[in-house]
């Protein structure tokens, strides 16, 4: 694991030099996955390098992990309430449906969701900018195989560090920085709702989508359920459609 870390830690400064920028910026949920990539970027640019909260009605229990994350990796933090603003824009879009009749009940917790995921795309945009920074992913192997990312939310970003990893091997890596130990056990959750939880909403475990993209046999049941996420979401991870006029 040290060689890993020291391989993707050279690889994050070569992304930097190569984009001729600062440095690195990472939204830190409270979450594995974010608080890996916070210790990384740090050690990557202990000088230049930024993690952002930005909480939406976010559990205390979710800010204090965030918070902690903060503190055990020494770097820079910046907390960017977007609560009163998601409220804001999602009640002026509803209002706006609503008056037209044709507002979708069914489809109303996913989009707020990945309203929120959004907003928070665009907050760390505007620091990079600022920063003159690169905005880094926390998708890991079994995410990104299955599509579990919002689209222009947590899916926009410059770089992803550890795209490569499964989920227990992020598990690993974190206890090998120093990650508190109560994120490395706690149950995945994009914090998309009250009680959300990664592996409720999808209807399988990390554990079975790991060993499937591994090559390992699972429960037919798991495995129909990843190839159909897979499947579903190939528009995430494919280049986009372009139409081209004919010569």
Not at 96 to 102: C, F, G
Request: with cysteine; net charge negative.
């Amino acid at each position: 694991m040290e060689k890993q870390v020291e391989k993707i830690v050279q690889w994050l400064i070569e992304q930097v030099e190569k984009a001729g920028v600062n440095g690195l910026i990472v939204g830190v949920s409270g979450g594995l996955d974010s608080a890996v990539v916070a210790h990384l970027i740090k050690r990557a640019f202990p000088d230049d390098s930024l993690g952002v909260l930005m909480p939406i009605h976010t559990s205390p229990a979710n800010m204090t992990h965030a918070n902690n994350v903060i503190e055990s990796c020494g770097i820079n933090g910046m907390t960017v309430d977007l609560s009163e603003t998601h409220e804001i824009l999602y009640s002026q879009i509803k209002t706006k449906l609503n008056d037209k009749n044709e507002f979708r009940e069914k489809n109303d917790q996913l989009a707020g969701a990945n309203l929120r995921a959004r907003l928070r795309m665009s907050t760390l945009y505007t620091l990079a900018t600022n920063y003159n920074y690169l905005v880094v992913g926390t998708d890991n192997a079994s995410e990104f195989y299955t599509g579990y990312f919002t689209k222009y939310g947590d899916g926009g970003v410059d770089i992803l560090p550890i795209v490569d990893f499964t989920k227990q091997e992020v598990r690993e890596m974190a206890a090998y920085l120093g990650v508190p130990a109560e994120i490395v056990s706690k149950k995945p959750s994009a914090d998309l709702w009250e009680d959300q939880t990664d592996e409720d909403e999808m209807g399988t475990t990390y554990d079975k989508i790991d060993a499937y993209i591994t090559g390992e046999e699972i429960p037919e049941k798991d495995k129909e359920i990843i190839e159909k996420m897979h499947r579903r979401t190939a528009h995430k991870r494919d280049p986009l459609p372009q139409f081209k006029k004919k010569k």
